[in-house]
């Protein structure tokens, strides 16, 4: 069975997907009395606001992803991917498998699994952080659920 849900970062859709949100937990929250002044307030017409409010959610506790496959090219050196593992620890994050490749051209290619129920952090801050380590390349969320 096929989804209708995806998962996509708002960087790459329209600005007033997010303004719906917006709108919606200021009316939850109380914040505002009624519709009117929450789109006046974000800077969307009423008519956006209804057209989307039943379709666009921002995540929360009970609909956060769980678990991730994490993609990227290590150099094959002493000691590398040990420092990553225990970068991905102390994000919170528990590896659950750790698939390497032989290392070829002193790269090794390396696919984490990890249960993120426990994170401390962001994902995408735990992505960036990996990328910024020495070594580390081609870092990549493959997948998340």
């Known amino acids: 069975m096929q989804s209708d849900y995806l998962i996509v970062d708002k960087s790459i859709l329209p600005d007033y997907y997010q303004k719906v949100v917006e709108a919606r937990r200021l009316l939850s929250e109380g914040k505002i009395k009624d519709v009117s002044e929450a789109v006046r307030m974000v800077g969307i017409s009423r008519s956006t606001y209804y057209k989307y409010r039943d379709y666009v959610f921002a995540p929360n506790a009970d609909t956060v992803c769980r678990k991730a496959v994490i993609s990227l090219s290590l150099s094959h050196e002493q000691g590398k991917l040990s420092a990553m593992i225990s970068k991905i620890s102390s994000s919170g994050a528990n ?45 990549k969320l493959v997948a998340i659920e």
């Open 95 to 139: 590896i659950l498998t750790i698939n390497q490749n032989m290392p070829l051209n002193g790269q090794a290619h390396i696919v984490f699994s990890i249960d993120l129920t426990n994170m401390v952090q962001s994902i995408d801050d735990l992505l960036k952080s990996i990328a910024d380590e020495t070594g580390a390349g081609n870092v």
